[in-house]
């Protein structure tokens, strides 16, 4: 069964940076990669994703102070967030998507103070 672990969030002051990783075992049919994020009292929306065939998403919100990659060989998927702002608080969320269906990881808590 597809699995996966984020890790890296944590507490930053407003305009710091963080990693966060996520690694994604039995899944070698994955064509979509993402991050999402649920901030308290909101839904969860769109922070980035891409595709196996190079596409690549970014929420309007975070265009220019976050990118997002993936080693293959590692499995693993990756989300620099630099500039952080207080707004972007929230517990972020790994995705992967196979022909079946789309899979998520726990969460991970980043909260950014001002």
């Known amino acids: 069964q597809v699995h996966l672990v984020e890790s890296g969030g944590g507490l930053v002051q407003a305009g710091g940076s963080l990693r966060l990783s996520c690694v994604v075992s039995r899944s070698p049919f994955s064509v979509k990669w993402g991050w999402y994020r649920r901030a308290p009292g909101k839904e969860r929306e769109l922070v980035a994703t891409f595709t196996s065939a190079g596409i690549t998403q970014y929420a309007d919100s975070v265009k220019g102070r976050f990118t997002t990659s993936r080693d293959s060989a590692k499995n693993t998927v990756y989300l620099q967030m630099n500039s952080l702002k207080p707004e972007d608080t929230a517990i972020y969320y790994c995705?992967?998507?196979?022909?079946?269906?789309?899979?998520w990881g726990q969460g991970t808590q980043v909260t950014v103070s001002s």
């Open positions: 995705s992967t998507t196979d022909v079946r269906a789309i899979y």
